[in-house]
Antibody, heavy 118, light 110 residues
Framework: EVQLVESGGDLVQPGRSLRLSCLTSGFTFGDYAMSWVRQAPGKGLEWLGF??????????EYAASVKGRFTISRDDSKSIAYVQLNSLKTEDTGVYFC?????????WGQGTLVTVSS | QTVVTQEPSFSVSPGGTVTLTCGLR?????????ASWFRQTPGQAPHTLIHSTNTRPSGVPDRFSGSILGNKAALTITGAQADDESDYYC??????????FGGGTKVTVL
């Protein structure tokens, strides 16, 4: 069974950093791109970016709104995807989801809550 | 900035059929946009109904189908059930490695 479990969400002050993890199981992690999406409270979904599999260079793509502040990475030996959130702003508050794949995506994690507030 | 459009809301009768659309404010949607559709109920994570325009992942009922209608991607729900009452989001690949979500459609079954 494919499973994705996010962790690392927390209450942080503006300007601080946070790293979110997405622990996966049930599939060959290294064969897949991994994406991150977020949802602000009461709002819609926002695509953040993805990391390709090593077979496709392991390179990353980002939404303009987070490029330069967020960094997606992966550890194939641990089947974990990460997103590093830097210089956090109050508008970064929301639930962060990891998803298997990029174009297309399929399985979603349950999300982890990031709250940015002083 | 690329804007993906969806109807804000839609109502359907139980047993009825509803077609939601997903467009680009500037331009037409084609198979090259690899449209995906997701359903989300309050407090839950989204799950994938359709990807690559018209491909249903295993386990998704065939009441859900995807297509291109005119210049938009479309999700058709046939035989609507009470538990189809959800928010539906589309996601389009817009090139250069970038994807964009639509604003979502709230579907009410009544």
């Amino acid at each position: 069974e494919v499973q994705l479990v996010e962790s690392g969400g927390d209450l942080v002050q503006p300007g601080r950093s946070l790293r979110l993890s997405c622990l996966t199981s049930g599939f060959t992690f290294g064969d897949y791109a991994m994406s991150w999406v977020r949802q602000a409270p009461g709002k819609g979904l926002e695509w953040l970016g993805f990391i390709r599999s090593k077979a496709y260079g392991g390179t990353t793509e980002y939404a303009a709104s987070v490029k330069g502040r967020f960094t997606i990475s992966r550890d194939d030996s641990k089947s974990i995807a990460y997103v590093q959130l830097n210089s956090l702003k109050t508008e970064d508050t929301g639930v962060y989801f990891c998803i298997r794949g990029a174009v297309p995506v399929d399985y979603w994690g349950q999300g982890t809550l990031v709250t940015v507030s002083s | 900035q690329t804007v993906v459009t969806q109807e804000p809301s839609f109502s359907v009768s139980p047993g009825g059929t509803v077609t939601l659309t997903c467009g680009l404010r500037s331009g037409s949607v084609s198979k090259s946009n690899y449209a995906s559709w997701f359903r989300q109920t309050p407090g839950q994570a989204p799950h994938t109904l359709i990807h690559s325009t018209n491909t249903r992942p295993s386990g998704v009922p065939d009441r859900f189908s995807g297509s291109i209608l005119g210049n938009k991607a479309a999700l058709t729900i046939t035989g609507a059930q009470a538990d189809d009452e959800s928010d539906y989001y589309c996601l389009l690949y817009v090139g250069s490695g970038i994807c964009v979500f639509g604003g979502g459609t709230k579907v009410t079954v009544l």
